[in-house]
């Protein structure tokens, strides 16, 4: 079984500023990483994924997150924010012990982007 | 290519009656997986069916039930609804099982219950 931990319930932030949203995660077996957005009245968007290989993978909309095996940690990060970066957003896992299959999501990090 | 599709978007029901989702997944794609989202609960994984079988299963009362069809579409039932039910119902698909585990998700069915 997996769990996943987002620290910040929220995170406000000025627009252009850079941003961090952090996330650990507990598993006892091998997992694969993502990370997805939630817009309001929307379903979940794929961000970005760590299966394996370099430990710092690029995403859409110029976001990255770096996978930190040691930390159990996936961060996500953008060096500028803007406006329409403000949405909901979840870390997620998914454990070999499911066929990798069934998401573990945190709790999530509403992102609050200010003019 | 067209996305995850779910009907109805938004439902409304009474304590006690059942009600019934669908999803149709993206095409090519065969696995199809469910999940509830709550404010208090947050997103948690209901079930997931791979060729009509269902493969995972979340940990839900036996009130909530699926199944797949050959066309890999998908429905999903909850029986004698509970106010605790309402929640916003998420259907992933993804290409196959065992894969990458990468899942695209639908705009979701809110459903409440009075």
């Known amino acids: 079984a997996q769990s996943v931990t987002q620290l910040d319930s929220q995170v406000p932030v000025f627009e252009e500023a850079p941003v961090e949203l952090r996330c650990n995660y507990s598993?006892?077996?091998?997992?694969?990483l993502f990370w997805y957005v939630q817009y309001p009245n929307q379903g979940l968007q794929l961000l970005l994924k760590y299966l394996s290989g370099s430990t710092l993978v690029k995403g859409i909309n110029g976001f990255e997150a770096e996978f930190n095996k040691s930390q159990t940690s996936f961060h996500l990060r953008k060096p500028s924010v803007h406006i329409s970066d403000t949405a909901e957003y979840f870390c997620?896992?998914?454990?070999?012990?499911?066929?990798?299959?069934?998401?573990?999501f945190g709790s999530g990090t509403r992102l609050q982007v200010q003019p | 290519k067209a996305g995850v599709t779910q009907t109805p978007r938004y439902l409304i029901k009474t304590r006690g009656q059942q009600v019934t989702l669908s999803c149709s997944p993206i095409?090519?794609?065969?696995?199809v997986s469910w999940y509830q989202q709550t404010p208090g609960q947050g997103l948690q994984f209901l079930f997931e069916?791979?060729?009509?079988?269902?493969?995972n299963k979340g940990n839900f009362p036996g009130r909530f039930s699926g199944r797949q069809f050959s066309n890999s579409r998908s429905e999903m039932n909850v029986s004698t609804l509970e106010l605790g039910d309402s929640a916003l119902y998420l259907c992933?698909?993804?290409?196959?099982?065992?894969?990458?585990?990468?899942?695209?998700f639908g705009p979701g069915t809110r459903l409440t219950v009075t």
């Open positions: 095409s090519g794609h065969r696995s």
């Open positions: 069916y791979f060729s009509e079988t269902q493969r």
């Open positions: 598993s006892s077996v091998s997992v694969y």
């Open positions: 997620a896992v998914s454990g070999l012990d499911t066929g990798r299959r069934a998401l573990t």
């Open positions: 992933a698909s993804s290409s196959a099982y065992g894969g990458t585990g990468e899942q695209y």
